[in-house]
């Protein structure tokens, strides 16, 4: 595909000198809930239900509590651009000061809720290095003052003019769109969905043919089992857009809460792609990152075991393009996989066969797994260390499995029951590549949290994103 020409930048926000509060319905917006869950509590009481005066009052109480404490938080909430940092105070009782580095910073973004959404507004999300999700949440602003504010941020943390790096990110043309008939088939044919299905059938059976009362409480489990997986992927996903942005990929997606998130150049540690076994039959497969800054966080538009979606369903032509741009020169097809010996077999009877690693002069590759087959790819300047493990069964059978550690998230890069000497050799070449990587290569080495560290010990380092200070 052409390379889009650059648009026409949006004017980034000035730096305000002095504190800035947030959007005024910023109480309402956040304290909607508390109405919801007051109402739902009234209609279930007898007694309120039978004098609906007292229960309008009662809403009432509710409603204003909320909005005077809510409006109290606004009050003392500010955000001000410092020339090092972004300073966030709040609190009306205990005083509390977040203040984020920008050089912490790996990621902006602007997210809008569902309720927010209807009044125009949007929460802006920076992923900070080594941090939490809620650790970089700036909501709400108006949509208009989210988007500038985050130019204004990325002009500030690249080092670059501002006029220069201000994006309009959706008039740009979609690189790919994920069909909503695609995501609800891929949901349908999962297996948790597919075990969820298949015991409500038996419970059905069983308790109009066979009289066994097992009760409507076994039931709701094996609902929530189907309806969570097509809400979180149909709804959750729809319309999943990816974009090429100035600073990388971006990603939107979502029905009544639009997401929008950032796969920034080089901030890459790892992917991960599933491919679940009827999805195989018909050439379908996920895509999963792990990116730094983001490790550790689960929801909005990360996956839950601390990565970032880069396509939830896609054919294979639609992954090896997304790979490609990823990862420039990465061809999967090319890199020669070597299969785990015969023997292995006492140990994985049936998956032995798809235990393989392969490299090039980028990445390590792994596969592993029959009902849910998972290829990680690990770039060699990306390792952070390589441990050989050998149980009492691998001993007797002469087998080892070399661990390529990474930052933490999807990506598991392990090269199962190799033979003794394949898996020694392995240990010292990988540790040999991720050397020379790290020395020519011209990106700057992740200081994230690593996954499971080696008991020899391997070195990692987590700075935090976030300096805090409270005060009564």
Do not use: C
């Amino acid at each position: 595909m052409s390379t889009p020409a650059p648009l026409p930048s949006a004017p980034p926000v000035a730096p305000p000198k002095q504190g800035v509060r947030l959007h005024p319905l910023t109480p309402f917006v956040r304290g909607w809930g508390y109405l919801a869950v007051a109402a739902v509590a009234m209609v279930n009481n007898e007694g309120l239900r039978s004098d609906l005066r007292i229960a309008g009052l009662g809403l009432l109480a509710v409603l204003v509590g909320g909005i005077l404490l809510g409006a109290l938080s606004w009050w003392f909430t500010k955000y001000q651009l410092t020339d090092e940092a972004l300073r966030v105070d709040s609190g009306f009782l205990f005083r509390r000061t977040r203040i984020i580095r920008f050089d912490r910073i790996q990621a902006i973004d602007v997210a809008q809720p569902l309720v927010p959404r209807l009044f125009g507004m949007a929460e802006l999300r920076m992923d900070v290095a080594g941090g939490s999700s809620s650790d970089g949440r700036l909501s709400y602003l108006t949509l208009d003052h989210a988007q500038q504010l985050r130019a204004t941020l990325l002009a500030t943390t690249h080092g670059a003019r501002q006029e220069e790096q201000a994006e309009v990110q959706d008039a740009r043309p979609a690189l790919l769109v994920v069909p909503t008939s695609r995501l609800l088939g891929s949901t349908l044919l999962s297996s948790t969905v597919l075990g969820s299905v298949a015991a409500l059938v038996w419970l059905v059976i069983a308790t109009t043919v066979f009289e066994y009362h097992v009760g409507l409480f076994a039931a709701i489990p094996l609902l929530l089992g189907v309806f969570s997986p097509i809400w979180k992927q149909v709804v959750g996903n729809h319309r999943f857009t990816l974009t090429e942005a100035d600073g990388g990929l971006q990603t939107k997606r979502g029905l009544f809460d639009l997401q929008r998130q950032t796969v920034p150049a080089g901030r890459v540690q790892g992917l991960l792609i599933s491919e679940p076994l009827l999805w195989r039959r018909l050439g379908w497969s996920r895509v999963e990152l792990d990116i730094a800054g983001v490790a550790g966080s689960s929801g909005d538009g990360e996956d839950e075991s601390g990565g970032a979606q880069l396509l939830p369903v896609g054919t294979t032509a639609e992954v090896a393009e997304v790979l490609g741009r990823v990862l420039p020169g990465l061809d999967l097809s090319r890199i020669e996989m070597h299969q785990a010996p015969e023997r292995a077999k006492w140990l994985r009877p049936i998956g032995w066969r798809y235990l393989a690693y392969g490299n090039d002069e980028q990445v390590l590759v792994t596969t592993q797994g029959w009902i849910n087959r998972r290829t990680s790819i690990v770039l060699h300047h990306k390792t952070q260390s390589v441990r050989l493990e050998q149980g009492p069964l691998q001993r007797r059978l002469r087998l080892a499995s070399v661990h390529v550690d990474t930052p933490a998230g999807p990506t598991n890069a392990v090269a199962l029951h190799r033979d003794i000497d394949d898996a020694a050799q392995l240990l010292a070449d990988q540790s040999d590549r991720a050397r020379e990587a790290r020395r020519t290569s011209a990106l700057p080495p992740a200081t994230t949290q690593t996954n499971e560290p080696s008991p020899e010990g391997s070195s990692s380092s987590a700075a935090s994103p976030a300096e805090e200070s409270s005060a009564t």
